[in-house]
């Protein structure tokens, strides 16, 4: 069964679902239905009766409630009758603003002054008791409010309900940070940083590669000259094993002058073979100590390395300029 909504009968609403109590298959129960007031008559034509196949009978429903709470409702089983018998109990007549509802003469009431405390707990209502109307009214207010998200700084209630205004507006810390998200909870922004190896701008000319590592701008790969005469940078200088072999570089372009700058030697032995062709000539400067690059004028940095100690053989020199670049290398011979 339903019941037409205000929407009309393409959204009603299914209120009860009928079945024969003894029902069996092929009765064609609900066939033809007739209504009338609060009664409902359900054919069967094809219900079996005894051994009278296809006699056929009707069901008959009868809705047994006057929605009076001090009743209770019943139908009798020899006249099918709706009776509705005096109930002097507990009732509840709706109404909070009333304690100890009873049924008194067939009605439902509340003993005693009302008592009442009127609180939907929302905020954005005021609440009060109407004793004109026995119950309470929430009336929609404009005060101010809190919406639980602290992403929001200006709160004030609407239409019963508290809405939430002038939103922090989050932005990226600076290039290496994505934009921030809010969090509701705290009404902070959550400053992410960029993923490693996104590009970005050191503002230093000198460096060729910039890229955020960590949330942070980092500079790289600086202009220079390669490893300069007396070594070939090809690997082909032989040297000769207990001299001294000056091994210099120029910065260039952008990086001339960088301050403090600073560069690094070192050593590794790659074969004990030599795979050199071109011997060279034997340098008479003295050797420096450390691995720490000196200025040697002309924008040249030198480091005078000693093969006291090494091994005939090629070595691997490897120039560390500090700019993140770790393959710098040139082979020398030694015999």
């Known amino acids: 069964m339903f019941v037409e909504s205000s929407g009309g009968w393409v959204t009603m609403t299914e209120t009860v679902k009928l079945t024969a109590s003894d029902g069996a298959a092929n009765d064609d129960f609900g066939a033809s239905v007739a209504i009338e007031g609060d009664t409902v008559v359900s054919g069967a034509f094809g219900d079996r009766i005894g051994t009278n196949s296809l006699q056929g009978s009707a069901y008959v429903y009868v809705v047994c409630d006057d929605g009076d709470p001090c009743t209770t409702d019943m139908i009798d089983s020899g006249t099918g009758a709706c009776q509705h018998v005096a109930y002097t109990g507990a009732c509840d007549h ?18 005693g002054p009302p008592v009442c405390v009127c609180d939907d707990e929302n905020p954005c209502t005021d609440d009060t008791f109407d004793s004109g109307l026995g119950r309470c009214v929430f009336a929609p207010n404009t005060l101010a409010c809190d919406d639980g998200n602290a992403c929001t700084r200006i709160d004030t209630c609407r239409g019963g309900t508290c809405n939430g205004a002038d939103p922090v507006v989050c932005f ?70 207990g001299s001294t072999i000056p091994v210099k570089f120029r910065l260039t372009g952008a990086c001339v002058g960088l301050l403090g700058f600073e560069a690094r030697l070192y050593v590794a032995k790659l074969t004990d073979s ?25 924008d040249q940095y030198v480091f005078n390395l000693s ?21 710098r290398t040139v082979t020398v011979s030694l015999k």
Request: charged share 15%; with cysteine.
């Open 307 to 327: 093969t006291d100690g090494l091994s005939k053989g090629t070595w691997i020199l490897r120039i560390d300029l500090g700019d993140g670049v770790p393959n």
């Open 94 to 111: 709706g109404n909070p603003c009333t304690s100890n509802d009873t049924c008194a003469t067939r009605a439902c009431a509340g003993e």
């Open 172 to 241: 990226a810390a600076d290039q290496c940070h994505d934009v921030d998200v809010c969090n509701p909870l705290t009404g902070f922004c959550s400053d992410p940083p960029s993923p490693d190896g996104a590009m970005c701008s050191d503002g230093s000319a000198c460096t060729q590669v910039d890229t955020c590592q960590a949330g942070s701008c980092t500079g790289s790969d600086y202009f220079w000259s390669g490893v300069l005469q007396p070594i070939n940078g090809d690997g082909s200088s032989i040297f000769k094993l």
């Open 274 to 298: 030599v795979v050199g062709t071109e011997v060279e000539a034997i340098s008479t400067s003295s050797a420096d100590t450390g691995n720490l690059f000196r200025p040697a004028g002309d």
